[in-house]
């Protein structure tokens, strides 16, 4: 899944939840960052949601294409290891 | 409960009145040194005992009051009335935790949000410098404290509505950096559920950290300032393994203390070697510090165990009697000598008597003082103002009795503020202050101690009262009753439960307990009342319980005791009284009217074998009364001993007593005397 918008915050929180529900039943999670520059707490908190769903159901979680601005948002949120594993560290 | 566990909640529980009272006495005439040390010595006793039973909730909590005290001590805090105020409410939790320690019980929800917003609020009045000076602090914590910096252990869960506050959490995170070194960050996110029951608008996420500053705990605090709402906060010293293991407690959980090892934090470390070392040093600190103490104990006290007492009281009575042989013995033999002997014995076990009754006896004020705090709180409670005072609170009284007085009184003083006063408004408009006034009068008279409860509020109602009685068939419609009599019926089981007539169910609920209460310790109560004026309760209690300087007087062939307190004088029944009575059971007593009881009709005398008779003029309260009998002997120390079940139901009677011949004295029961002869007047 890949995520057009640049910005996700918490009025894109909702809409996320409905499209993150609707990936779950996919084999492998893969959310492609490529457009995303800023991201919040709440969008955090559903990207951990997420993680943990899926690690629930044994199926693959990975963000892809994160970049360096949201990267440092994620470490600024101490939940870059959590989110991206220990080799984006 | 075991001893050691007893004599813990015993003392929690005299420290705690300390404190009460302390504060009490400094919401009415300010703040004083000697208060806030007794403020401070009853949370650091209790600290130090709880540890010793490792009661971490007990302890935690009255450490962080402690340290908030030492800091009013040294005058680096003020005490203001906000914090009187929150200091009773510690004081009420302090003893609930107690309890629940005892109880081996964990906190329940509520007691658990009051506990942590005490917490909070100590912590927000401690000041920014000196929280690392206190001195338990230093013992609990390590080489850490020395220096200025601090490692502090932050934790912080978001609330489920904070993300409406706006405020962005790596922000406050990025604080950290500025007042300090972060050593340790890690996002929990245990609470964090799966998609399918996320709630993508509520807030779940926490944080742990450690941080290395010379930040105080307010300037930590602050950086939370905007958002205190909206989270839950713990803020503590690493070292602090009381906080800690609070900590790990609430969030079990979330296995905190598995996330908190796997991240290396320091705190964690220390928890288990601390463990038994927090315990000791507690103990060793209440111990070591006592001598350094600035501030001297005010009085010594002993705690006895009061049956000890009790068992001396009955062998002086038995020794009373005895000597009382050994006099009539040296009568009998005519023997000077063994005579003056028995004089100076009487006079000295007197003595001792007095003294041994005077340990058992107590100020009212110490223990009435607390009606102080149940005043105020009632008041608040159903928003009226009330100035209430005790006064004659230095009379004293048996501890027995003030024990058992007490919540009879605490009844009638809640139905005072709750009934009989009227709201402020209301009161304005009927002219009077707004501020009710209520006193709790104390004073000795005539062998008793008088209890007063007067208020100026609206009085009782007497008509619906009468209604009530008559509806419940306690009276009989047409019935003369006075205004006492009507008053009194509000102590009539019966009355008790009026629920149709609201206004006066408060004064009748409990009341005919109140009675019986009263009744038990021998006493009795009288109500006046006047209609928006207010209402007045008088309870009359005997002084002492085991021995009473008696008059001892003879009437047919029995031998009688009456209480020497209550006798106003002697008087003997010479034939020109005799002539003035007409065959009426009166006498003019210096123009006024006494009623006489002969006693050799009312207890069935055989006649006397004397041809003089006297009358003994006695007084209980506002009521007066002749005792006609025989024959005077004058003063006796009367040992009361209790006489058997076939006297139980004969009135007028309160005991026996055993003379110095081996005759038995029949004890009268005034009160009830008189109020048989009042009865009988008005038939």
Redesign the interface.
Known sequence: MKIDKNELNIYDVESLHQQMIAELKEIAIIIDFTNVNKVDASVIQLLLSTYKSAKGLSKEFKLTNVSDEVLDIFRSYFCDTLLLGSKNE | MNKELKLFYEDAQEQLTFMEDALITMQESGVEDESIGALFRAMHTIKGTAGMFGFDDVVHFTHIAENLLSEVRDGNVKLDDDMIDTFLEAKDHSLNLVDLAIENESLDEPTKELNDKLIKYFHSKMPNANINKTEDTQVLANNTAETAEILWHISFRLKTNF?KTGM???NL??FFNILGKVDK???V?AN?????T?K??D???G?EIEFTSEASYADIEEIFEFVIEDIELHIFKANDTDMLKTLLEKYKDENLKDLLISNDFTALKKLDADKKVVVKKTKENTSSKKPQKKEKEKSFSLRVDSSKIDQLINQISEMVIENARISQRADNLDDTDLNESAIIMTDMLEEIRTGIMNIRMVQVGDSFNKFKRIVHDVAKKVHKEINFEIIGGDTELDKMVVEKISDPLMHMLRNSIDHGIEMPDDREKLGKSRVGKVTLTIYPDAGTIVIEIRDDGKGLPKDKILTKAIANGLIKDGKNLSDKEIYALIFEAGLSTAEEVSDISGRGVGMDVVKRNIESLRGTVEIDSRDGEGSLFVIRLPLTLAIIDGFLVQSGDTKYIIPLEMIQECIELDATYKTQMHGNEFINLRDSMLPLLNIREYFNESKSKTTRENVVVVRYGEHKMGIKVDELFGEFQTVIKPLGKVFKKVPGISGGTILGSGEIAIIFDIPKLIAHRLKDIKK
């Open positions: 993300f962005d959490i790596a995170l990025s960050v890690v996002l996110d964090i559920p799966t998609l399918d996320l993508p608008l807030g779940y996420l944080y």
